[in-house]
């Protein structure tokens, strides 16, 4: 088979993959978005098939909208697994996988959820229930995680549907926002090592 030829079973093979998806309709994508990465399933799937699939469909503002309100949506159940539901089994989980529970005061919480949702490393539900089983109130935990998270989740379902229309320059904007965020973010974190250094220094 000539790579030409290849090429072409590949595109067609994910123009009628993703018309039988898009057949579904938006609500049983979206309501999956909400709940399979509550329990572990890759969000990056979702973040990245939402546009190309929906956006020509119910348009880019409501794909948008609907995306923030599943990220939402899938924090507070890994919050409420982990926090009440499940605790005994995901606490026994992490453990085996190596994630010590850590005790937060009152006063660090909100700065121990920025940097746990900013850190590379760790899966999206891990964070979740990490956090869940740190006693992390709802409040601080949810409004923290939903706008570190959405920020990176808009941006590269925008990049995403840029690259379906073949709208490059759009695409590019989105990629930079996405690299601008990352920047920030290390730029924030970097500063917040140096000051804890400096108070433990002072300390002592």
Request: glycine share 10%; hydrophobic share 60%.
């Amino acid at each position: 088979m000539q790579p030409p030829e290849t090429w072409w079973r590949v595109q067609e093979t994910a123009g009628r993959t993703m018309a039988a998806v898009r057949a579904l309709g938006a609500g049983w994508f979206f309501a999956a978005f909400a709940l399979l990465p509550a329990v572990g399933f890759p969000v990056s799937v979702f973040v990245l098939a939402a546009g190309p699939l929906f956006a020509p469909v119910i348009g880019l503002p409501a794909v948008l909208a609907l995306a923030a309100a599943s990220m939402a949506t899938s924090m507070s159940i890994s919050y409420g697994l982990s926090r009440y539901l499940l605790r005994p089994w995901v606490a026994r989980l992490l453990a085996y996988l190596g994630y010590a529970i850590p005790v937060v005061p009152p006063g660090k919480r909100r700065i121990f959820v920025f940097l746990v949702r900013v850190t590379p490393g760790p899966p999206y539900v891990f964070q979740s229930f990490l956090l869940g089983l740190a006693g992390v109130p709802f409040r601080i935990y949810l409004l923290i995680s939903w706008l570190t998270a959405t920020a990176n989740v808009v941006l590269l379902i925008v990049c995403g549907d840029a690259l379906m229309k073949g709208r490059g320059e759009v695409a590019l904007a989105a990629v930079a926002g996405v690299v601008a965020v990352v920047v920030v973010i290390r730029a924030v974190r970097r500063r917040m090592a140096a000051q804890a250094a400096a108070n433990g220094e002072g300390g002592r």
